[in-house]
């Protein structure tokens, strides 16, 4: 069963930093591109940046750049995501999902169940 | 505001059809796949169509999507209380080389 496990939400103050972590198991991490997407309070489902299957590429929404690193350590089956410099407006729970064989960035079948970041002081 | 637009709500009553569009651009949804997603109150989202208008399996066929240009369209026929979720659109984006969704769309089965 393919699962998707993240951690390391939490609440912090503006200016701060956090790294979400990514568990991934049941199916060939270094096979899939994987995405982090994250939704605010009430809102929609925003993308925020995905990694390239063998860790060549990384893609970021302008709103992150500068600020948000992707990165994915397949030996530890692991997605993993820097913050820093975080914004109220980063407020949101946030989504790790793998992109979808031959569906890279276009389609996601597996997510995980999110992890809450709060930006406040 | 979002790369991909979907109305913010549409509704229906059990058994009958609704349709939820998503239009985009040449970049977008004219050149890439698209993926629609359900997804419940406090729950993650689900993908329900990938590939224009392929079903993972569990996606009941009483869910379509149709895609003409640089717009889709995810109908649902036979609806039931069950279904009432929000519904979102996705695909990438060659210009912004970056994914995107619609803001989404509330169904309500009334």
């Known amino acids: 069963e393919v699962q998707l496990v993240e951690s390391g939400g939490g609440l912090v103050q503006p200016g701060g930093s956090l790294r979400l972590s990514c568990a991934a198991s049941g199916f060939t991490l270094r096979r899939h591109w994987m995405t982090w997407v994250r939704q605010s309070p009430g809102k929609g489902l925003e993308w925020v940046a995905n990694?390239?299957?063998?860790?060549?590429?990384?893609y970021y929404v302008d709103s992150v750049k500068g600020r948000f690193t992707i990165s994915r350590d397949d030996a530890k089956n692991s997605l993993y995501l820097q913050m820093n410099s975080l914004r109220a407006e980063d407020t949101a729970v946030y989504y790790c999902a793998r992109d979808q064989l031959y569906y890279s960035g276009e389609s996601f079948d597996s997510w995980g169940q999110g992890t809450l970041v709060s930006v406040s002081s | 505001q979002s790369v991909l637009t979907q109305p913010p709500s549409v509704s229906a009553a059990p058994g009958q059809k609704v349709t939820i569009s998503c239009s985009g651009s040449?970049?977008?949804?004219?050149?890439?796949?698209v993926s629609w997603y359900q997804q419940f109150p406090g729950t993650a989202p689900k993908l329900l169509i990938y590939d224009n208008n392929k079903r993972p399996s569990g996606t009941p066929d009483r869910f379509s999507v149709s895609k003409s240009g640089t717009s889709a369209t995810l109908g649902i026929t036979g609806l039931q209380t069950g279904d009432e979720a929000d519904y979102y659109c996705?695909?990438?984006?060659?210009?912004?080389?970056?994914?995107?969704f619609g803001g989404g769309t509330k169904l309500t089965v009334l």
């Open positions: 040449s970049s977008n949804i004219g050149s890439h796949h």
């Open positions: 990694i390239k299957d063998d860790g060549s590429a990384k």
């Open positions: 996705g695909t990438w984006d060659s210009s912004l080389r970056a994914g995107v």
